[in-house]
């Protein structure tokens, strides 16, 4: 789908789509196409349950007086409450709207709402960015669709005063959306597609855009000591990477520390030789979805040229039984010292971010780890989809993630750390145990098992398990991968650590 912004214009093809203000108020535009169609628009919404809220849309079709295909009303809401998101989530209704009705081309009319935040030239940038974002489509293996069954939505033009302003408004947005589809896209792939060695040559396409990466092979994990994380490769015929990325952003800044983004990046969980049940097993091809948010982010950060230091970091492995796999009851010792006894296979995602974490904070000295993992089921049953898990030895970088996540829709509640949850980790024959022994506080007490590896610098942990795959569309995200992350990330970034 291509997205042009021009000069507001009478369409004389496709469809036109203008706002509605609560209660049935026209906009401007919307008053102006309402009398060359004679009142269409007002009968229309009388003879419909259209009020103009902020989910509402009505489509008229073939209309008098006009040479389009359709007019589209589409619900604002209240003023005072059309927010970016409210935009966005407007592009992308819009999208998914004239993509099942065949619709080809498209205009809609964006101009500044009485009473609403933004100006005109930032509405417009963000209903386009809301539409690109809701364009995804995962359909690479799909070799036998008609025509019909495609989207159809060539052009959408954005039609607003100052177009040439708001497209330079939307061209960050735009490098975010591209890696929002990077993420959706790898993290989509399934698994005999995707495994460490291609993840991470996927990662490698970030060079292109000034990020440094380095991947780091089993001999040289083998030599900085990360036990935990080859242990958990072991059992593959894939053997694991360790992936580095750094974006240099900011190399005269004063505080010259980076950011720091560690992922989870099981490229599929079995479960080891804790092995799990069939049913439901495919979904574990997203486990590496914190890998893949990491890279999605630190390609945000490069695309729109944040000047930021940042480094990103992967552990990826696949987790499989084989006669070569690591058994419950095993002892790794991992990079910190610290001897982990690995009483089930299948809690290995703390296994990799283990070293991972310890390996950043050795390295890197940052200013903050945030890391991102589909870590537990338990978070799920905890929060469902809605939220994310968040946990932090920091309340002030926990409010920032929590603020920047309210502010791009990507939600995080924050649960409690305590000595009594980190206790119940303690082994009887090593350091720590990989998991408690009880089905209490189980996405707790695998952060509580993080945070033995954090040596105390500040450090979130986000458990995206349940929030990183969708089986229904929502208006951004059409259902599946979601990228959950990426932008939250790179709002973090934009907010507080941008010089
Ligand atoms: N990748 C899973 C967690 C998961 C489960 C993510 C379902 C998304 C959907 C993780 O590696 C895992 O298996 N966790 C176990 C931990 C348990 C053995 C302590 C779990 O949550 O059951
Ligand atoms: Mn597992
Ligand atoms: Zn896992």
Request: hydrophobic share 45%; charged share 25%.
């Amino acid at each position: 789908m291509k997205i042009v912004f021009a000069e507001p214009s009478v369409p004389r093809s496709g469809s036109l789509v203008v706002m509605v203000l609560d209660d049935r108020k026209l906009t401007p535009s919307a008053q102006r196409i309402d009398k060359i169609t004679s009142g269409m628009l007002t009968r229309a919404m009388n003879a419909s349950r259209f009020k103009g809220r902020k989910d509402d849309m009505l489509a008229v079709l073939a209309p008098s007086g006009l040479d389009v295909a359709r007019i589209v009303l589409v619900g604002l809401g209240k003023p005072d409450a059309i927010d970016a998101t409210a935009w966005q989530n407007a592009g992308g209704r819009v999208v998914a709207h004239l993509n099942s009705a065949g619709e080809s081309a498209a205009q809609v009319e964006i101009e500044k709402i009485d009473g609403a935040k933004l100006s005109a030239v930032e509405a417009a940038a963000e209903f386009a960015y809301g539409a690109r974002l809701r364009s995804y489509r995962f359909d690479k293996y799909r070799t036998k669709e008609k025509p019909e069954q495609k989207p159809s939505l060539a052009t959408l033009t954005v039609a607003v005063n100052r177009p040439t302003d708001a497209k330079k408004n939307f061209a960050d947005l735009d490098k975010v959306a591209d890696a929002v589809f990077f993420t959706r896209d790898i993290v989509s792939e399934p698994a005999n597609v995707i495994y460490p060695e291609t993840l991470a040559e996927r990662a490698r396409e970030l060079e292109e855009l000034g990020v440094v990466v380095e991947i780091l092979k089993p001999k040289d994990m083998k030599k900085l000591g990360m036990g935990a994380l080859l242990g958990v490769g072991q059992g593959s015929e894939h053997a694991p990477r360790l992936l580095v990325m750094q974006w240099k952003g900011a190399p005269a800044a004063k505080d010259k520390r980076p950011v720091a983004f560690v992922g989870k990046g099981v490229t599929f969980d079995t479960g080891g030789i804790s092995i799990k049940p069939a049913g439901g097993m495919e979904d574990m091809k997203w486990d590496m979805a914190g890998a893949g948010v990491v890279i999605g982010a630190m390609r945000a950060l490069a695309g729109r040229k944040a000047k930021v230091n940042a480094v990103g970091i992967g552990g990826l492995v696949e987790n499989m039984p084989s006669g070569t796999a690591q058994r419950p009851g095993d002892i790794v010792t991992s990079m910190s010292g610290q001897t982990i006894e690995v009483l089930n296979t299948d809690a290995e995602g703390r296994l990799v971010l283990a070293d991972a974490l310890w390996y950043c904070q050795d390295r890197f000295k940052p200013r903050f780890m945030v890391d991102l993992a589909t870590l537990t089921g338990a978070i799920i049953v905890a929060l469902g989809s809605e939220y994310a898990g968040m946990y932090s030895n920091d309340d002030n970088l926990a409010k920032q993630l929590a603020a920047a996540g309210d502010a791009v829709g990507e939600k995080l509640w924050r649960m409690p750390l305590h000595d009594t949850y980190d206790r119940m980790m303690n082994s009887d024959a090593a350091d720590i145990k990989n998991i408690s022994g009880s089905r209490d506080a189980g996405s707790i007490t695998a952060a509580q098992f993080l945070k033995r590896f954090t040596n105390d610098v500040p450090w979130a942990h986000l458990d995206i398990a349940g929030t990183t795959w969708s089986k229904k569309d929502a208006p951004t995200t059409p259902k599946g991968a979601t990228s959950f992350g990426v932008r939250l990330l790179d709002r973090l970034v934009a907010d507080h650590y941008e010089e």
